[in-house]
Protein backbone atom coordinates (compact mmCIF):
# COMPACT_ATOMS: atom_id res chain seq x y z
CA UNK A 1 0.00 0.00 0.00
CA UNK A 2 1.27 3.47 -1.09
CA UNK A 3 -0.28 5.48 1.42
CA UNK A 4 -1.26 5.21 5.49
CA UNK A 5 -3.02 7.85 6.38
CA UNK A 6 -5.82 9.97 5.37
CA UNK A 7 -6.80 13.52 7.17
CA UNK A 8 -9.56 15.44 6.89
CA UNK A 9 -10.01 19.02 7.68
CA UNK A 10 -13.12 20.91 7.65
CA UNK A 11 -15.22 23.58 9.31
CA UNK A 12 -18.46 25.52 8.51
CA UNK A 13 -20.64 23.55 6.00
CA UNK A 14 -18.40 20.28 6.09
CA UNK A 15 -20.52 18.09 8.33
CA UNK A 16 -22.52 16.48 5.25
CA UNK A 17 -19.64 16.47 3.14
CA UNK A 18 -17.71 14.50 6.16
CA UNK A 19 -20.84 12.07 6.59
CA UNK A 20 -20.75 11.22 2.80
CA UNK A 21 -17.10 10.44 2.33
CA UNK A 22 -16.70 8.30 5.92
CA UNK A 23 -20.06 6.46 4.50
CA UNK A 24 -18.62 5.84 1.18
CA UNK A 25 -15.65 3.91 2.93
CA UNK A 26 -16.52 0.36 3.00
CA UNK A 27 -15.78 -1.33 6.27
CA UNK A 28 -12.60 -3.40 5.61
CA UNK A 29 -10.85 0.11 4.62
CA UNK A 30 -6.99 -0.35 5.25
CA UNK A 31 -5.99 3.02 5.62
CA UNK A 32 -5.96 5.72 8.72
CA UNK A 33 -8.50 8.41 8.70
CA UNK A 34 -8.10 11.59 10.96
CA UNK A 35 -10.96 13.82 11.45
CA UNK A 36 -10.40 17.43 12.58
CA UNK A 37 -13.62 19.17 12.48
CA UNK A 38 -14.41 22.59 14.01
CA UNK A 39 -17.35 22.37 16.05
CA UNK A 40 -19.64 24.72 17.69
CA UNK A 41 -19.25 25.29 21.07
CA UNK A 42 -22.22 24.59 22.52
CA UNK A 43 -21.80 20.81 20.60
CA UNK A 44 -19.92 18.67 21.73
CA UNK A 45 -21.03 15.59 22.59
CA UNK A 46 -23.01 13.57 20.27
CA UNK A 47 -20.81 14.29 16.97
CA UNK A 48 -19.14 11.15 16.74
CA UNK A 49 -22.03 8.80 17.80
CA UNK A 50 -23.60 10.63 14.88
CA UNK A 51 -20.99 10.07 12.70
CA UNK A 52 -20.72 6.78 13.74
CA UNK A 53 -24.55 5.90 12.43
CA UNK A 54 -23.48 6.28 8.91
CA UNK A 55 -19.98 4.92 9.49
CA UNK A 56 -19.20 1.38 8.10
CA UNK A 57 -15.11 1.54 9.38
CA UNK A 58 -15.06 1.73 13.44
CA UNK A 59 -14.65 5.27 14.33
CA UNK A 60 -13.53 6.58 17.67
CA UNK A 61 -12.30 9.83 19.63
CA UNK A 62 -8.72 8.60 20.92
CA UNK A 63 -7.90 9.08 24.37
CA UNK A 64 -3.92 10.61 25.03
CA UNK A 65 -1.28 8.01 24.18
CA UNK A 66 -4.20 5.50 22.54
CA UNK A 67 -2.02 3.85 19.68
CA UNK A 68 -3.01 4.56 16.41
CA UNK A 69 -4.43 1.36 14.40
CA UNK A 70 -4.95 0.86 10.86
CA UNK A 71 -8.64 0.23 9.28
CA UNK A 72 -10.42 2.85 12.19
CA UNK A 73 -11.43 6.48 12.02
CA UNK A 74 -10.48 8.95 14.40
CA UNK A 75 -12.12 12.07 15.57
CA UNK A 76 -10.38 14.70 17.34
CA UNK A 77 -12.15 15.53 20.53
CA UNK A 78 -13.64 18.66 20.96
CA UNK A 79 -12.10 21.33 22.77
CA UNK A 80 -8.34 19.41 22.38
CA UNK A 81 -6.18 19.29 20.04
CA UNK A 82 -5.11 16.54 18.34
CA UNK A 83 -1.54 15.07 17.40
CA UNK A 84 0.30 11.41 16.00
CA UNK A 85 3.42 11.53 17.17
CA UNK A 86 6.32 9.22 16.37
CA UNK A 87 5.70 5.54 17.51
CA UNK A 88 1.99 6.26 16.24
CA UNK A 89 0.46 7.47 19.17
CA UNK A 90 -1.86 9.51 19.93
CA UNK A 91 -0.88 12.85 22.12
CA UNK A 92 -3.67 15.56 23.00
CA UNK A 93 -3.08 18.89 24.34
CA UNK A 94 -5.36 21.78 25.67
CA UNK A 95 -3.18 24.24 24.89
CA UNK A 96 -4.28 27.79 23.59
CA UNK A 97 -6.63 27.53 20.34
CA UNK A 98 -4.49 27.97 16.99
CA UNK A 99 -6.77 30.14 14.54
CA UNK A 100 -9.06 30.89 16.90
CA UNK A 101 -9.41 26.86 16.77
CA UNK A 102 -9.38 24.01 18.78
CA UNK A 103 -8.80 21.40 17.29
CA UNK A 104 -6.51 23.23 14.93
CA UNK A 105 -6.33 21.50 11.65
CA UNK A 106 -3.29 23.30 11.61
CA UNK A 107 -1.47 21.32 13.91
CA UNK A 108 -3.28 18.46 13.38
CA UNK A 109 -1.96 18.20 9.54
CA UNK A 110 1.39 18.77 10.39
CA UNK A 111 2.09 16.09 12.87
CA UNK A 112 0.53 13.85 10.40
CA UNK A 113 3.00 15.23 7.79
CA UNK A 114 5.98 14.84 9.81
CA UNK A 115 4.87 11.33 10.61
CA UNK A 116 3.73 9.69 7.48
CA UNK A 117 5.46 11.94 4.87
CA UNK A 118 4.62 10.73 1.54
CA UNK A 119 2.41 8.26 2.90
CA UNK A 120 0.30 10.78 3.88
CA UNK A 121 -3.20 12.38 2.04
CA UNK A 122 -4.55 15.58 3.38
CA UNK A 123 -8.22 17.32 2.80
CA UNK A 124 -9.38 20.27 2.87
CA UNK A 125 -13.57 20.96 3.18
CA UNK A 126 -15.41 23.60 3.38
CA UNK A 127 -15.22 26.12 6.02
CA UNK A 128 -15.11 29.68 6.95
CA UNK A 129 -11.71 30.41 7.92
CA UNK A 130 -7.96 29.89 7.44
CA UNK A 131 -7.26 26.90 9.29
CA UNK A 132 -5.61 24.07 7.26
CA UNK A 133 -4.08 25.77 4.90
CA UNK A 134 -0.61 25.62 6.43
CA UNK A 135 -1.67 21.66 7.64
CA UNK A 136 -2.43 20.78 4.15
CA UNK A 137 0.94 23.22 2.92
CA UNK A 138 3.02 20.84 5.17
CA UNK A 139 1.49 17.22 4.03
CA UNK A 140 2.27 19.07 0.44
CA UNK A 141 5.91 19.68 1.10
CA UNK A 142 6.72 16.41 3.04
CA UNK A 143 5.95 14.80 0.06
CA UNK A 144 2.26 13.69 0.59
CA UNK A 145 -0.80 14.26 -1.74
CA UNK A 146 -2.73 17.55 -1.19
CA UNK A 147 -6.76 18.24 -2.16
CA UNK A 148 -9.43 20.54 -1.40
CA UNK A 149 -12.70 20.69 -2.04
CA UNK A 150 -13.81 22.36 -4.99
CA UNK A 151 -14.52 25.91 -3.58
CA UNK A 152 -17.66 25.95 -5.99
CA UNK A 153 -19.46 23.15 -4.13
CA UNK A 154 -18.74 24.55 -0.37
CA UNK A 155 -21.01 25.93 1.30
CA UNK A 156 -18.22 28.30 2.78
CA UNK A 157 -15.13 28.44 0.54
CA UNK A 158 -12.50 30.46 2.24
CA UNK A 159 -10.74 27.69 3.91
CA UNK A 160 -10.71 25.77 0.37
CA UNK A 161 -9.91 29.09 -1.09
CA UNK A 162 -6.80 29.74 1.71
CA UNK A 163 -5.45 26.13 0.75
CA UNK A 164 -5.73 26.67 -2.20
CA UNK A 165 -3.41 30.13 -2.54
CA UNK A 166 -0.89 28.35 0.13
CA UNK A 167 0.46 25.76 -1.78
CA UNK A 168 0.08 23.98 -5.10
CA UNK A 169 -2.27 21.49 -4.29
CA UNK A 170 -2.84 18.06 -6.25
CA UNK A 171 -6.63 18.19 -6.72
CA UNK A 172 -9.24 20.00 -6.87
CA UNK A 173 -12.32 17.82 -6.40
CA UNK A 174 -15.97 17.57 -5.76
CA UNK A 175 -17.30 15.43 -3.35
CA UNK A 176 -18.22 12.48 -5.36
CA UNK A 177 -14.61 12.45 -7.07
CA UNK A 178 -13.06 12.68 -3.82
CA UNK A 179 -14.56 9.43 -2.98
CA UNK A 180 -14.07 7.77 -5.46
CA UNK A 181 -10.22 8.78 -5.23
CA UNK A 182 -10.40 7.73 -1.63
CA UNK A 183 -12.36 4.12 -2.89
CA UNK A 184 -9.29 3.81 -5.88
CA UNK A 185 -6.50 4.14 -3.97
CA UNK A 186 -7.25 0.68 -2.68
CA UNK B 1 13.01 26.29 14.59
CA UNK B 2 14.24 24.18 17.47
CA UNK B 3 15.63 21.05 17.39
CA UNK B 4 15.32 17.70 19.81
CA UNK B 5 18.86 18.48 20.41
CA UNK B 6 18.18 21.53 21.56
CA UNK B 7 14.90 20.42 23.70
CA UNK B 8 17.23 18.41 25.51
CA UNK B 9 20.10 21.30 26.16
CA UNK B 10 16.97 23.29 27.39
CA UNK B 11 16.16 20.64 29.59
CA UNK B 12 19.45 20.02 31.21
CA UNK B 13 19.96 23.51 31.91
CA UNK B 14 16.62 23.57 33.78
CA UNK B 15 17.82 20.77 35.93
CA UNK B 16 21.19 22.02 36.58
CA UNK B 17 20.23 25.42 38.17
CA UNK B 18 16.95 24.37 39.60
CA UNK B 19 14.93 21.74 41.14
CA UNK B 20 12.47 21.49 37.76
CA UNK B 21 12.78 18.65 35.52
CA UNK B 22 11.24 18.12 32.31
CA UNK B 23 12.85 15.41 31.39
CA UNK B 24 9.97 13.52 31.54
CA UNK B 25 7.08 16.27 30.33
CA UNK B 26 5.69 14.80 26.86
CA UNK B 27 7.85 15.39 24.09
CA UNK B 28 5.76 17.31 21.18
CA UNK B 29 4.26 19.68 23.52
CA UNK B 30 7.46 20.70 25.26
CA UNK B 31 9.16 21.22 22.11
CA UNK B 32 6.20 23.37 21.20
CA UNK B 33 6.07 25.55 24.59
CA UNK B 34 9.80 26.43 23.92
CA UNK B 35 9.46 27.27 20.66
CA UNK B 36 6.39 29.47 21.65
CA UNK B 37 9.04 30.65 24.87
CA UNK B 38 11.49 32.02 21.67
CA UNK B 39 9.07 33.75 19.50
CA UNK B 40 7.61 35.12 22.88
CA UNK B 41 10.92 36.15 24.62
CA UNK B 42 12.34 37.10 20.88
CA UNK B 43 15.60 34.87 21.61
CA UNK B 44 17.23 31.82 20.37
CA UNK B 45 17.60 28.81 22.37
CA UNK B 46 20.99 30.00 23.53
CA UNK B 47 19.96 33.20 24.87
CA UNK B 48 16.89 31.55 26.82
CA UNK B 49 19.62 29.26 28.30
CA UNK B 50 21.36 32.25 29.27
CA UNK B 51 18.55 33.90 30.81
CA UNK B 52 17.45 30.61 32.89
CA UNK B 53 20.78 30.25 34.07
CA UNK B 54 21.41 33.60 35.52
CA UNK B 55 17.97 34.90 36.27
CA UNK B 56 16.23 33.20 39.07
CA UNK B 57 13.10 35.29 38.47
CA UNK B 58 13.01 34.25 34.71
CA UNK B 59 13.44 30.34 35.46
CA UNK B 60 10.18 31.05 37.29
CA UNK B 61 8.67 33.07 35.01
CA UNK B 62 9.42 30.39 32.16
CA UNK B 63 8.01 27.15 34.29
CA UNK B 64 4.90 29.48 34.58
CA UNK B 65 5.10 30.29 30.88
CA UNK B 66 5.94 26.35 29.94
CA UNK B 67 2.41 25.03 31.89
CA UNK B 68 -1.09 24.81 30.26
CA UNK B 69 -3.64 26.31 32.18
CA UNK B 70 -7.04 25.56 29.80
CA UNK B 71 -9.76 25.14 32.74
CA UNK B 72 -13.08 25.68 32.89
CA UNK B 73 -16.58 26.21 35.36
CA UNK B 74 -18.04 22.34 35.59
CA UNK B 75 -15.82 21.31 32.27
CA UNK B 76 -17.13 18.22 30.93
CA UNK B 77 -21.04 18.59 32.53
CA UNK B 78 -21.43 14.95 31.80
CA UNK B 79 -18.65 14.04 34.51
CA UNK B 80 -19.97 16.78 37.08
CA UNK B 81 -23.16 15.43 36.74
CA UNK B 82 -21.94 11.59 37.41
CA UNK B 83 -20.04 12.89 41.00
CA UNK B 84 -23.23 14.66 41.47
CA UNK B 85 -26.09 11.83 41.49
CA UNK B 86 -23.79 8.98 41.74
CA UNK B 87 -20.17 9.34 43.69
CA UNK B 88 -20.53 12.86 46.26
CA UNK B 89 -24.19 11.06 47.86
CA UNK B 90 -21.65 7.77 48.55
CA UNK B 91 -20.16 10.28 50.89
CA UNK B 92 -22.98 12.05 53.18
CA UNK B 93 -22.49 9.36 56.15
CA UNK B 94 -18.96 10.44 56.34
CA UNK B 95 -18.00 12.55 58.91
CA UNK B 96 -15.32 14.37 56.90
CA UNK B 97 -14.90 14.03 52.92
CA UNK B 98 -10.89 14.94 51.56
CA UNK B 99 -10.77 16.12 47.99
CA UNK B 100 -7.32 17.41 46.29
CA UNK B 101 -7.11 18.85 42.83
CA UNK B 102 -3.64 18.32 41.50
CA UNK B 103 -2.61 20.75 38.81
CA UNK B 104 -5.92 23.08 40.01
CA UNK B 105 -4.69 25.87 37.50
CA UNK B 106 -6.33 28.77 37.64
CA UNK B 107 -9.17 27.07 39.84
CA UNK B 108 -12.31 27.09 38.12
CA UNK B 109 -12.52 23.51 38.66
CA UNK B 110 -12.02 23.92 42.54
CA UNK B 111 -15.37 26.33 42.03
CA UNK B 112 -16.96 23.74 40.43
CA UNK B 113 -16.71 21.13 43.20
CA UNK B 114 -17.08 24.26 45.89
CA UNK B 115 -20.29 24.75 44.78
CA UNK B 116 -21.14 20.94 44.09
CA UNK B 117 -20.42 20.08 47.36
CA UNK B 118 -22.39 22.95 48.62
CA UNK B 119 -25.68 22.03 46.74
CA UNK B 120 -25.67 18.39 48.36
CA UNK B 121 -25.33 19.94 52.02
CA UNK B 122 -21.68 18.46 51.86
CA UNK B 123 -19.60 21.82 52.09
CA UNK B 124 -18.90 21.46 55.73
CA UNK B 125 -17.65 18.05 55.83
CA UNK B 126 -15.55 18.53 52.82
CA UNK B 127 -11.28 19.24 53.25
CA UNK B 128 -10.68 20.90 50.25
CA UNK B 129 -6.65 20.76 48.70
CA UNK B 130 -5.53 22.64 46.13
CA UNK B 131 -2.12 22.68 44.03
CA UNK B 132 -0.26 23.28 41.32
CA UNK B 133 3.30 23.58 40.07
CA UNK B 134 2.36 27.41 38.60
CA UNK B 135 2.00 30.31 42.01
CA UNK B 136 0.78 32.69 39.40
CA UNK B 137 -2.42 30.43 38.93
CA UNK B 138 -2.72 29.85 42.39
CA UNK B 139 -3.04 33.31 43.05
CA UNK B 140 -5.53 33.50 40.49
CA UNK B 141 -7.48 30.30 41.51
CA UNK B 142 -7.50 32.23 45.08
CA UNK B 143 -8.72 35.23 43.74
CA UNK B 144 -11.57 33.42 42.33
CA UNK B 145 -12.26 36.05 38.99
CA UNK B 146 -12.76 35.07 35.63
CA UNK B 147 -13.94 37.10 32.55
CA UNK B 148 -17.39 37.42 31.69
CA UNK B 149 -18.17 37.76 28.34
CA UNK B 150 -15.22 35.10 27.20
CA UNK B 151 -16.85 32.14 29.34
CA UNK B 152 -20.36 32.70 28.51
CA UNK B 153 -20.11 28.63 28.58
CA UNK B 154 -19.22 28.80 32.13
CA UNK B 155 -23.15 29.43 32.54
CA UNK B 156 -24.44 26.83 30.61
CA UNK B 157 -22.51 24.56 32.19
CA UNK B 158 -23.90 25.43 35.53
CA UNK B 159 -26.99 25.08 34.29
CA UNK B 160 -26.39 21.79 32.73
CA UNK B 161 -24.78 20.27 36.15
CA UNK B 162 -26.04 22.62 38.92
CA UNK B 163 -30.10 23.65 37.76
CA UNK B 164 -31.03 20.09 35.05
CA UNK B 165 -30.72 16.81 35.57
CA UNK B 166 -29.75 14.40 32.77
CA UNK B 167 -31.53 11.12 35.08
CA UNK B 168 -34.99 13.21 34.97
CA UNK B 169 -35.46 15.79 32.43
CA UNK B 170 -38.45 16.82 33.83
CA UNK B 171 -36.43 17.77 36.96
CA UNK B 172 -35.40 21.65 37.04
CA UNK B 173 -33.90 23.12 39.86
CA UNK B 174 -34.01 27.36 40.12
CA UNK B 175 -30.65 28.11 41.14
CA UNK B 176 -29.33 31.78 41.15
CA UNK B 177 -26.20 32.27 40.21
CA UNK B 178 -25.73 35.06 42.84
CA UNK B 179 -25.72 32.35 45.18
CA UNK B 180 -22.13 31.10 44.25
CA UNK B 181 -20.84 34.10 42.32
CA UNK B 182 -21.62 37.85 41.40
CA UNK B 183 -21.48 39.11 37.54
CA UNK B 184 -20.75 42.47 36.79
CA UNK B 185 -21.26 43.08 33.03
CA UNK B 186 -19.81 46.46 33.35
CA UNK B 187 -16.58 45.53 34.28
CA UNK B 188 -16.70 41.97 32.33
CA UNK B 189 -16.05 40.02 35.54
CA UNK B 190 -17.09 37.23 37.50
CA UNK B 191 -16.02 37.34 40.94
CA UNK B 192 -16.32 33.86 43.43
CA UNK B 193 -18.29 34.56 46.68
CA UNK B 194 -16.24 34.90 49.56
CA UNK B 195 -17.19 31.53 51.38
CA UNK B 196 -16.49 29.71 48.53
CA UNK B 197 -12.82 31.51 48.25
CA UNK B 198 -12.26 30.98 51.78
CA UNK B 199 -12.82 27.21 51.94
CA UNK B 200 -9.64 25.61 50.12
CA UNK B 201 -5.92 25.24 51.50
CA UNK B 202 -3.17 25.97 48.68
CA UNK B 203 0.16 24.84 48.21
CA UNK B 204 2.98 25.10 45.63
CA UNK B 205 3.53 21.59 44.53
CA UNK B 206 5.60 19.92 41.67
CA UNK B 207 3.92 16.24 40.44
CA UNK B 208 7.76 15.39 39.59
CA UNK B 209 9.26 16.00 42.99
CA UNK B 210 6.63 16.48 45.53
CA UNK B 211 4.70 13.02 46.93
CA UNK B 212 1.97 13.99 49.17
CA UNK B 213 2.19 17.13 51.10
CA UNK B 214 -1.02 17.37 52.42
CA UNK B 215 -0.71 15.35 55.27
CA UNK B 216 -4.04 13.36 54.45
CA UNK B 217 -5.17 10.45 52.52
CA UNK B 218 -7.87 11.52 49.84
CA UNK B 219 -11.54 10.14 49.41
CA UNK B 220 -11.98 12.24 46.03
CA UNK B 221 -8.62 13.41 43.67
CA UNK B 222 -8.97 15.79 40.84
CA UNK B 223 -6.38 15.69 38.37
CA UNK B 224 -7.68 16.66 34.46
CA UNK B 225 -5.69 17.57 31.81
CA UNK B 226 -2.32 17.61 33.30
CA UNK B 227 -1.25 14.12 32.81
CA UNK B 228 -2.03 14.49 28.66
CA UNK B 229 1.65 16.89 29.35
CA UNK B 230 3.75 13.85 30.79
CA UNK B 231 5.24 10.59 28.60
CA UNK B 232 4.41 7.23 30.08
CA UNK B 233 7.01 6.74 32.79
CA UNK B 234 5.75 10.00 34.61
CA UNK B 235 2.51 9.25 33.65
CA UNK B 236 2.63 5.86 36.05
CA UNK B 237 4.72 7.43 38.79
CA UNK B 238 2.17 10.52 39.05
CA UNK B 239 -0.81 7.86 39.03
CA UNK B 240 1.25 5.76 41.58
CA UNK B 241 1.31 8.62 43.34
CA UNK B 242 -2.22 8.95 43.51
CA UNK B 243 -3.16 5.55 43.97
CA UNK B 244 -1.23 5.45 47.04
CA UNK B 245 -2.88 8.43 48.53
CA UNK B 246 -6.55 7.69 47.45
CA UNK B 247 -8.60 5.88 50.19
CA UNK B 248 -10.31 2.27 49.11
CA UNK B 249 -13.21 2.83 47.55
CA UNK B 250 -12.25 6.68 46.88
CA UNK B 251 -11.73 8.45 43.52
CA UNK B 252 -9.36 9.51 40.92
CA UNK B 253 -10.94 11.61 38.25
CA UNK B 254 -8.74 12.75 35.15
CA UNK B 255 -9.45 14.69 32.13
CA UNK B 256 -12.14 12.75 29.44
CA UNK B 257 -9.94 11.93 27.13
CA UNK B 258 -6.71 10.56 30.43
CA UNK B 259 -6.41 7.35 30.99
CA UNK B 260 -4.41 5.20 33.09
CA UNK B 261 -2.21 2.81 31.36
CA UNK B 262 0.16 -0.06 32.86
CA UNK B 263 0.29 -2.14 35.77
CA UNK B 264 -0.99 0.67 38.33
CA UNK B 265 -4.52 0.84 36.28
CA UNK B 266 -4.79 -2.52 37.96
CA UNK B 267 -5.56 -0.81 41.15
CA UNK B 268 -9.03 0.63 39.57
CA UNK B 269 -12.13 -0.37 38.16
CA UNK B 270 -12.97 2.53 35.59
CA UNK B 271 -16.64 4.08 35.88
CA UNK B 272 -18.25 6.34 33.48
CA UNK B 273 -15.13 8.37 33.09
CA UNK B 274 -13.94 7.81 36.47
CA UNK B 275 -11.50 5.78 38.15
CA UNK B 276 -12.26 3.78 41.79
CA UNK B 277 -10.17 2.38 43.85
CA UNK B 278 -10.56 -1.15 44.24
CA UNK B 279 -11.49 -1.75 47.93
CA UNK B 280 -8.55 -4.67 48.22
Not at chain 1, 102 to 112: H, N, T
Request: include cysteine; charged fraction near 25%.
Amino acid sequence: MEYKAIIIGGSAGSFQVVTKIIAALPKNYPLTVFLCLHRLKHIRSGFVEALSIKAQMPIEEPNDKDPVKHGRIYLAPANYHMYVELGNKFALSTEDPVNHSRPSIDLSFESVAYNYNKKAIGIILSGANRDGAMGLKAIKNAGGIAIVQDPKECQVPTMTSASISATKVDYILKTEEIIKFLLNLR
Amino acid sequence: MVTEDDVLKFISTIKNVSTYNFTNYSEKSFKRRAEKLLVDYKTDINGLMYRVSNDKEFLEQIVRDITVNTTELFRDPDIWATLKYRILPKFKKNKSIFIWHAGCSSGQEIYSMLILLHQLDLFDKAKVFASDINTQMLENAKKGQYKYRFNLGYLDNFDKVIKENPYNYDEFKEVPYSQYFDIDKAKDIITMKKFLRDKPVYRKHDLVNDGNIFYSKFDIILCRNVIIYFNNKLQNSVIELFSNNIYRNGYLVLGAHESILGSVSNNFDRTKGLYKKKPF
